[in-house]
């Protein structure tokens, strides 16, 4: 289905796919999460909308930029009307930004006045409360998505959220707890998780599912790349700024590497399982190349093992350590054969019989997966349709949140212990001031709480 057209979305999941797994009647949060956007819905639930919608941003950097990007190119009636950032000099690089980008129609679309840039760790607070606008991008780091998003879903608004959508359990139950509230408001809630809208990825998944390889019998993803970038600390910085700008080194704000980034491997590693959830994971990590406190407290590895109730197991490794071999691939063993899938190479979208034979192809077009994301989500706003990723999006977080906190203590983590943990990252208030390092964890040492 062509994602520009105002039609039902067309879900990542496909509903004859969850009836043959049967997974549907043993899962229904998993049904839950994705029934509103089931195609073949013939009557839209939520009034079609014509108006001009008005877009918010709340965090304003790289994805912020970007996303308000897309959502003005994904409908022609939409302006940017509000911004919110805890920093000054970021929001004004992503203006600056959005409006190269936009060009000579950047004077109709980009209506942001002084009045309507709003700073500081509350912010948000002022795009979600402003009854003007319609939809709202969060875009900030994960440690506020749970708080940003119950304010925009309790004030009304449709949302597009980024990966992940918490970094701790009692985030990621606010997130279920808003994504249930949006869909009773008939809200959309797109979540970032890009390659689900990826058009050769979601070839190759439902390829996957239709069976070109038999029963999946064990899937591997791989998130295997270098280190990020730090910004140097500055003597007028507080502990709390340095933190802020080197955020994907601090666990409360990022919620690791595994959860930050390499969710989106465990978001595949999930989508080729069908959404099931998984009973349990342990796993191995650590700092083999990091060390010192400009790496704040994350890790640099770690190695997952998924189980299911039927016994399969999914793998998951990830490691950002510089001068080591990248990989970025879903490997997948069925009973009938094996495919190797990285979303960077569509050459890859492929499915191989037992003997290594070509069984499928995908021959289709990869257009941009951030402007698909934008073109659904306000087509499925558009016509009545809204999208709700809400409660898959928070099950793949909650899968990465479970792992990282098995490496931390080296104690298995169920579901259930994971979905319950009390564990709150992060300090009480917020405010650019003092704020403690976390001890880097020690498997065997370090409590699962
Ligand atoms: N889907 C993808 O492929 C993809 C790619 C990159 C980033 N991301 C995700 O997007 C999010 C942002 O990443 P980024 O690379 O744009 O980071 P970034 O640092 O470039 O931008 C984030 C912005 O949010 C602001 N911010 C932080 N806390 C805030 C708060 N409480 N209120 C308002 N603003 C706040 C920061 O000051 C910063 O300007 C992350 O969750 C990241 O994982 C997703």
């Not at 597009?160 to 959309?188: H, I, M, N, T, Y």
């Not at 704000?253 to 989508?271: F, K, M, N, T």
Request: charged share 20%; with cysteine.
């Amino acid at each position: 289905m062509n994602p520009n057209h105002a039609q039902p979305p067309e879900s990542s999941y496909s509903r004859r796919d969850i009836v043959k797994s049967g997974a549907a009647l043993a899962l229904p949060l998993v049904v839950a999460g994705c029934a509103a956007s089931a195609p073949g819905a013939k009557t839209p639930f939520a009034p079609r909308v014509t108006k001009q919608l008005k877009i918010g941003v709340v965090g304003c950097g790289g994805r912020g930029t970007g996303a308000a990007v897309q959502a003005l190119r994904a409908d022609p009636n939409t302006v940017l009307w509000a911004m919110a950032d805890v920093f000054g000099d970021r929001m004004e690089g992503s203006l600056q930004g959005v409006a190269t980008e936009m060009g000579e129609s950047a004077a109709a679309r980009v209506q942001v006045p002084p009045e309507r840039r709003y700073l500081g760790f509350d912010s948000h607070r002022r795009v979600t409360d402003d009854p003007e606008i319609d939809v709202v991008l969060l875009t900030s780091y994960p440690h506020f998505r749970p708080a940003q998003l119950a304010a925009a879903v309790a004030a009304g608004k449709h949302v597009f959220a980024e990966k992940p959508l918490a970094v701790d359990g009692p985030g990621l139950r606010s997130v279920l707890a808003s994504a249930e509230l949006a869909k009773q408001k008939r809200l959309a809630l797109l979540v970032g998780f890009c390659w689900r809208y990826h058009d050769g990825m979601r070839a190759s998944f439902d390829a996957l599912h239709d069976g070109a390889i038999g029963d999946v019998l064990s899937v591997h993803t791989t998130y295997h790349t270098g280190t990020l970038s730090r910004r140097p600390r500055r003597p007028e910085w507080s502990e709390m700024e340095f933190q802020m700008r080197n955020w994907w080194h601090f666990t409360w704000i990022s919620g690791d590497h595994i959860v930050e980034q390499a969710v989106h491997s465990i978001d595949r590693l999930s989508w080729a399982m069908r959404d099931e959830l998984p009973l349990r994971v342990n796993c191995l990590g650590g700092r083999a190349a990091r060390s010192g406190p400009e790496h704040g407290d994350v890790y640099d590895h770690f190695a997952a093992i998924y189980e299911y109730a039927d016994g399969r197991r999914g793998f998951h490794t990830c490691t950002q350590i510089d001068g080591t071999p990248s990989d970025n691939t879903d490997y997948v063993t069925g009973s009938d054969g094996r495919a190797a899938i990285n979303g960077w190479n569509p050459e890859s979208f492929v499915m191989l019989d037992r003997k290594g034979r070509e069984e499928w192809r995908y021959k289709g077009e990869n257009r941009d997966m951030y402007q698909n994301e934008h073109d659904q989500l306000f087509a499925s706003i558009r016509g009545g349709y809204p999208i709700h990723d809400g409660v898959r999006g928070a099950h793949s977080t909650l899968m990465a949140i479970m792992a990282r906190n098995a490496a931390y203590t080296g104690q298995t983590v169920t579901w259930e212990q994971a979905l319950a943990s009390q564990e709150v990252l992060g300090p009480a208030s917020y405010a650019l001031g003092d704020v403690p390092l976390r001890e880097v964890p020690i498997p065997g040492k370090t409590p699962l709480a």
